[in-house]
C-alpha cells in the first residue's frame, strides 16, 4: 500500500458500545409529539445525551411540560470515518 494512502476498516460489532462521556453533546435538534399533542424539542448542542450507546439502538427520554407525562423514544447514534487526504 502507498505511505499517502490510508485504508479504513470498520470493525464488525453488533453489540455496539457506550462511549464514556458523561456529558457528549451532537449539533443536533430532536422534536418529538408527546400524547397530548405538544412538541418537545431537545437541542442536543446543550441538553447532551448522557453515557450515549454507539452503534444499538438506546433509549432517549423526554418529559412534556403540558401534562407532566415522561416517555422514551428509541435512537441510534452512529459514527464514520473517512479520510480527508
Known sequence: ????????????????????????YIPFTVEVKCKCGHVITRDLSCQYLDYPVLGRPFDMNFWCVECDHEFSEKVELKVDLVSVN
Open 1 to 24: 500500500m502507498d505511505k499517502k494512502q490510508m485504508k479504513i476498516i470498520k470493525n464488525e460489532n453488533t453489540n455496539g458500545f457506550t462511549i464514556d462521556t458523561k456529558r457528549f
